[in-house]
């Protein structure tokens, strides 16, 4: 099974920005979809992007404008580049992966369709 791991996160002001990384143990395009989802204390987790394995792209509203999912095959990476970043962007920040694919696109912003997570990296903005 795949293995993934973040890293990008930290402290900034609100209105900057950060890339977060998401590594992974296998290559994954066009065998895997993957997202980015994050998760607030005491708030339920919440997709913030996602990425088929054809590599289209869909975001939640929050965030459409703002940040974007680019990968790097290469090197096994999906990245989320947040920029214009607000305090309710804060939140832990966990990439996601699964097998296969969806029928529709707006699935892969449901938590319950992956099974590999990674451990999460903490984004924290200021105001």
């Known amino acids: 099974q795949v293995q993934l791991v973040e890293s990008g996160g930290g402290s900034v002001q609100s209105g900057g920005s950060l890339r977060l990384s998401c590594v992974a143990s296998e290559h994954t395009r066009s065998r895997y979809y993957m997202g980015w989802f994050r998760q607030a204390p005491g708030r339920e987790r919440a997709a913030v992007a996602a990425v088929d394995s054809r590599g289209c792209t869909i975001y939640a509203d929050s965030v459409r404008d703002r940040f974007s999912i680019p990968q790097d095959n290469a090197k096994n990476t999906l990245y989320l580049q947040m920029n214009s970043l607000e305090p309710e962007d804060t939140a832990m920040y966990f990439c996601?992966?699964?097998?296969?694919?969806?029928?529709?696109?707006?699935?892969?912003?449901?938590?319950?369709?992956?099974?590999?997570w990674g451990q999460g990296t903490q984004v924290t903005v200021s105001a």
């Open positions: 996601a992966a699964n097998w296969g694919w969806q029928a529709y696109l707006l699935l892969l912003l449901l938590p319950s369709n992956y099974n590999f």
